[in-house]
């Protein structure tokens, strides 16, 4: 499965640099109301440059403008870092919601919480089902922990964190969780762009355990056979980004082959007919 999923671009955008750096892209459509920050943004008609020497106050007092005008969508009051997509330095910090405007890249935290039988492989995946009320993506199914990595902490420590508050397991149990890879996702979504290393775990979990969510994110868990839960995710019924990492741990664990993995996770893609 190639690790990087991507959607044809649905409107213009040009390159945002920071630095020096490309970073991220942004709407063409999007520059006018940018052009109210010559003191912070240079903008043309072929790209954006934050040139301010307070980066994340200029950004911050930026965000809560396009915030207001509705620009910057599904605001989380919760500081990502803003990445060289390449090097992976930080160059600043911002708003999580306001990374999609921009096009940055983000990093998730998924693992697939499995139920394995006598011989060792896995026979059960858990199944969350997001809140209603969640900013992105509600009621969609989801990986049994799965969230974003806020600044200051790595993939692991969002791992660790989100596995209490989405459902309750405790640090012994978290801390047996297998890193097995980083999917790269690159598509459009409503906000903007998304622009996401999906940070992938496999963790096994006891027969009989039932997760609880303790931060109310999680509308409910379901245990379903690996075959149920991988249908689910090639027809969509899934968040897009856990998807890709379920139809990932099909494919690793024996369940889809290499070609079936990628062909179930490019139609995730593909529009409707």
């Known amino acids: 499965?190639?690790?990087?999923?991507?959607?044809?671009?649905?409107?213009?955008?040009?390159?945002?640099?920071?630095?020096?750096?490309?970073?991220?892209t942004v709407a063409l459509a999007h520059l006018p109301a940018l052009r109210a920050w010559p003191q912070h943004l240079q903008v043309h008609e072929d790209g954006v440059t934050l040139y301010a020497a307070e980066r994340s106050t200029a950004l911050a007092e930026v965000h809560a403008t396009l915030r207001a005008q509705g620009l910057v969508r599904a605001w989380r009051d919760e500081a990502f870092a803003l990445f060289d997509p390449v090097t992976f330095e930080v160059l600043a910090t911002m708003e999580r919601a306001a990374a999609r405007f921009w096009g940055?890249?983000?990093?998730?935290?998924?693992?697939?919480?499995?139920?394995?039988?006598?011989?060792g492989r896995p026979t059960h995946l858990w199944v969350?089902?997001?809140?209603?009320?969640?900013?992105?993506?509600?009621?969609?199914?989801?990986?049994?922990?799965?969230?974003?990595?806020?600044?200051?902490?790595?993939?692991?420590?969002?791992?660790?964190?989100?596995?209490w508050e989405e459902a309750g397991l405790d640090p012994a149990l978290l801390a047996s969780a297998q890193a097995a890879g980083v999917l790269r996702l690159h598509r459009d979504v409503p906000e903007g762009r998304q622009l996401e290393d999906l940070h992938a775990f496999d963790l096994a979990l006891p027969p009989g355990l039932q997760p609880q969510n303790q931060d109310g994110e999680v509308?409910?868990?379901?245990?379903?056979?690996?075959?149920?839960?991988?249908?689910?995710?090639?027809?969509?019924?899934?968040?897009?980004?856990?998807?890709?990492?379920?139809?990932?741990?099909?494919?690793?664990?024996?369940?889809?082959?290499?070609?079936?993995?990628?062909?179930?996770?490019?139609?995730?893609?593909?529009?409707?007919?």
């Open 219 to 273: 509308a409910g868990f379901h245990l379903l056979p690996v075959a149920e839960a991988l249908a689910l995710a090639a027809r969509g019924a899934m968040t897009v980004d856990a998807a890709l990492v379920t139809l990932d741990f099909g494919r690793r664990h024996g369940w889809l082959s290499a070609a079936q993995a990628q062909a179930q996770a490019t139609a995730l893609f593909t529009p409707a007919v």
């Open 104 to 119: 940055a890249l983000t990093l998730g935290a998924h693992a697939n919480g499995y139920v394995a039988g006598a011989d």
């Open 1 to 24: 499965m190639n690790a990087t999923a991507a959607a044809a671009a649905a409107a213009p955008r040009v390159p945002f640099f920071v630095g020096g750096r490309a970073v991220g």
């Open 128 to 163: 969350a089902r997001r809140a209603l009320d969640k900013a992105t993506d509600p009621g969609l199914l989801d990986n049994l922990i799965g969230g974003g990595v806020p600044a200051g902490q790595t993939p692991w420590q969002a791992l660790q964190r989100e596995g």
